[in-house]
């Protein structure tokens, strides 16, 4: 008898899954990509609406590999441009620099004292990086100023639960250091040294984000879109589709937000499940508008801590590239955290934003709106709470122990960039070639 052949069933077709894909097609490796939307590219999308180009919020190329970048630059060529960030914070009626805690330049001058004098005895009087949850490094590295007028209350309203209840291991690259020396240039120029993971980025000169996922899924020959995975039967090894219709594989691998993952295995022990409830996670409301107002700003994004704001995070497509927007205008998103079920009519949410920039000193009216798309994300964000590590290792080890690997952003229940979801599904398919 024949040994069976080796068939890789990939579950959805954003960054990982495709570059799965990729690997494996180089390789001839025999495997089947399974994507439940009618096209790739997961939360790496682009939507165009009356001559606007409207990303999944911001979607913004970062390399620290230079593999990576050589790929990416290889499937887009001629087309990435790199931008120096002009990133910006909204907050007590003005504006300063991002990173907060390198840039204070701009706010009242209380609270500049304040967060300086905080800071420093912060630094005197506690080990730097005491703490365990996020609140109590951010009180004990920064001091009361630092975080009372910026990190609390901006992650309270993005994550949607009191910082107290974050871990540190989501942090890394996204949360920029400072030095007494670093906090006060920072408090006395309009022009500091950027720092940070993104203080450059690349991003496409045409064609939105969503030309990195369709130049990965070019030539693939293995791709179906329109098929969602409804059922995991771990005896059978197979998958079942929502149209009825399924596939056997001898090697799954699984892009597909975790929680989703689960719902589908059968047989399932009710304690998996347990413990795919209690991973937690914020959907975001991706609120993009086209306005009829020529250069409204050269600002990239702004972040925006006050909690009478409906957004945390205001960006500027048309700052990132020209071709997103019709010659004369301006484009807009804003990003709304929410858990649940999120509830909301058009033209309220619409207002809703317009009077956020209005309040922020933007002079724009509803009669300026040309174009509006609003994109519902749910399972936008992993929130890094205290029981997300003992949940991940216990699905971990049932899901190594029936031949499931579970990879990338929402796969890994984790925080990752564009490079490291691609990374992570060339070695998912790595891992296979070696078998």
């Known amino acids: 008898m024949?040994?069976?052949?080796?068939?890789?069933?990939?579950?959805?077709?954003g960054l990982t899954g495709l570059c799965a894909a990729q690997r494996l097609e180089r390789?001839?490796?025999?495997?089947?990509?399974?994507?439940?939307?009618?096209?790739?590219?997961?939360?790496?999308?682009?939507?165009?609406?009356?001559?606007?180009?409207?990303?999944?919020?911001?979607?913004?190329?970062?390399?620290?590999?230079?593999?990576?970048?050589e790929f990416v630059r290889g499937l887009v060529p001629r087309n990435l441009v790199r931008h120096k960030r002009k990133a910006w914070i909204y907050t007590n009626g003005s504006y300063t620099r991002y990173p907060f805690q390198r840039n204070l330049f701009g706010l009242p001058d209380e609270l500049v004292k304040e967060c300086i004098l905080?800071?420093?005895?912060?630094?005197?009087d506690t080990p730097r990086g005491a703490g365990?949850?996020?609140?109590?490094?951010?009180?004990?590295?920064?001091?009361?100023?630092?975080?009372?007028?910026?990190?609390?209350?901006?992650?309270?309203?993005?994550?949607?639960?009191?910082?107290?209840?974050?871990?540190?291991?989501?942090m890394g690259r996204f949360v920029p250091d400072t030095s007494p020396v670093d906090i006060i240039k920072g408090a006395f120029s309009s022009d500091p040294e950027e720092v940070g993971y993104n203080a450059t980025f690349l991003y496409p000169e045409t064609g939105g984000i969503e030309i990195l996922p369709?130049?990965?899924?070019?030539?693939?020959?293995?791709?179906?879109?329109?098929?969602?995975?409804?059922?995991v039967d771990l005896r059978d090894r197979a998958v079942h589709f929502a149209d009825g219709s399924s596939c056997r594989y001898t090697h799954l691998l699984s892009t597909i937000p975790l929680p989703c993952l689960l719902s589908c295995i059968d047989p399932l022990p009710g304690a998996l499940q347990r413990l795919g409830e209690r991973l937690s996670s914020v959907s975001v409301l991706d609120v993009?508008?086209?306005?009829?107002i020529d250069g409204l700003t050269e600002k990239h994004w702004i972040y925006v801590p006050d909690p009478a704001v409906p957004y945390y995070r205001l960006g500027f497509p048309s700052s990132f590239s020209s071709s997103l927007a019709p010659g004369g205008t301006t484009s807009v998103y804003a990003e709304?955290?929410?858990?649940?079920?999120?509830?909301?009519?058009?033209?309220?949410?619409?207002?809703?934003?317009?009077?956020?920039?209005?309040?922020?000193?933007?002079?724009?009216?509803?009669?300026?709106?040309?174009?509006?798309?609003?994109?519902?994300?749910?399972?936008a964000y992993v929130v890094y709470d205290f029981d997300r590590e003992e949940c991940l290792k216990e699905i971990g080890r049932f899901l190594d122990a029936n031949g499931i690997r579970s990879v990338g952003r929402f796969g890994s229940w984790s925080y990752l960039s564009m490079e490291e979801s691609m990374r992570e599904g060339f070695a998912a398919a790595e891992s296979l070639l070696q078998v």
């Open 288 to 292: 993009n508008l086209g306005l009829d």
């Open 2 to 13: 024949s040994a069976r052949r080796h068939v890789a069933v990939i579950l959805g077709g």
């Open 214 to 231: 369709n130049s990965l899924a070019a030539g693939l020959s293995g791709v179906m879109c329109g098929s969602k995975a409804v059922g």
């Open 336 to 379: 709304i955290s929410y858990r649940g079920v999120k509830r909301w009519e058009e033209e309220q949410i619409v207002r809703d934003v317009i009077g956020g920039m209005r309040g922020m000193g933007f002079s724009v009216s509803r009669s300026d709106v040309l174009a509006v798309n609003i994109i519902d994300m749910t399972h």
């Open 132 to 170: 365990r949850d996020f609140q109590s490094w951010v009180l004990r590295t920064f001091g009361s100023g630092i975080a009372e007028h910026f990190m609390i209350p901006y992650n309270r309203k993005l994550w949607l639960t009191e910082p107290d209840n974050l871990t540190l291991d989501w």
């Open 27 to 69: 390789e001839g490796f025999d495997y089947r990509l399974f994507e439940a939307e009618d096209r790739v590219g997961g939360l790496c999308r682009s939507e165009k609406v009356d001559g606007f180009t409207f990303d999944y919020t911001g979607h913004l190329l970062h390399f620290t590999d230079i593999r990576v970048e």
């Open 118 to 124: 905080e800071y420093v005895e912060a630094q005197l």
